[in-house]
């Protein structure tokens, strides 16, 4: 998906979230800034992708101001709100495929720009998926060896849990996460400070810091992984971004909320809908 005319404004709100996050001297978030609003003035075009983008930014404003994890205490945040959502929510039956996949999607609702009680909200609320190809996945998923699970925010990985039990009981399935911290993606650091590593199967990572995913940047290992799985699970709006770039090989399946217009109407789905995507 490249980005559009709608995506620079955004781009910029981020320049200055995550400058705000970075540090809190005013100087050095002038400086992060600048530098910010400057790469992207120069990289910005409708004919590329945008985490491509704000990769960049997210690396200028870190080196700038010297924080390898600006978005860290919200990460934190997001995952106190899973922690006190999956409290309420275990003893619950999730031996069904579907309350577990809309559980996962649910957990999507998780955005840097979205305030948490929002968030907390949408979560509890009841799912339709306007575009729901949940059934041929789950067909899919009972016949395959491997599978590769794509995490997104930090906040969702407790959520997740459910499904990757369930998923586990046909198929092996491995989990990924950054290599290093970027907005508030999920990274194995982060995994390892909730204490939930271990209930996730194999974790490896993508051997990048970019939202989504950069194959110019991945690693070896995760480029491997990724054409050998019979069925990557993609989670988030980076993916759908990054990845509807490649061929339709109905081989990804996407599941996020479409929590920005382009995205939205990429998928040809109504802002802050739901979709379950075979592609």
Not at 158 to 185: C, F, G, H, R
């Amino acid at each position: 998906m490249k980005a559009t005319k709608e995506c620079y404004p955004c781009l910029q709100r981020l320049i200055y979230q995550a400058a705000q996050l970075a540090t809190g001297d005013e100087q050095l978030q002038a400086k992060a800034v600048r530098e910010g609003l400057r790469i992207l003035e120069k990289n910005f075009s409708c004919h590329q992708v945008s985490i491509i983008i704000a990769t960049e930014l997210h690396r200028a404003i870190r080196e700038i101001t010297g924080n390898d994890d600006p978005y860290r205490a919200m990460k934190e945040s997001e995952i106190a709100v899973a922690q006190e959502l999956y409290g309420e929510i275990s003893a619950e039956n999730f031996g069904d495929f579907r309350d577990c996949l809309e559980m996962a999607a649910r957990a999507n609702a998780i955005d840097f720009f979205r305030p948490l009680d929002t968030v907390k909200e949408d979560i509890k609320k009841p799912l339709r998926f306007a575009i729901d190809h949940s059934g041929q996945f789950e067909a899919r998923l009972r016949a395959a060896n491997r599978v590769l699970y794509l995490a997104d925010n930090a906040g969702e990985a407790l959520l997740d849990i459910p499904l990757i039990t369930l998923m586990e009981q046909w198929t092996q399935v491995t989990y990924v996460v950054k290599a290093s911290p970027v907005q508030n993606d999920i990274t194995l650091e982060d995994l390892r400070r909730a204490g939930i590593e271990d209930k996730l199967g194999e974790v490896i990572t993508t051997g990048t810091a970019t939202p989504g995913i950069d194959f110019s940047q991945a690693s070896h290992e995760f480029k491997q992984e990724f054409q050998s799985a019979d069925l990557v699970f993609a989670k988030g709006m980076g993916y759908w971004e990054s990845l509807s770039e490649l061929p339709a090989r109905g081989k990804v399946f996407y599941c996020l909320m479409a929590k920005c217009k382009p995205v939205a109407d990429s998928l040809k789905v109504s802002l802050n809908s739901y979709v379950a995507l075979l592609r």
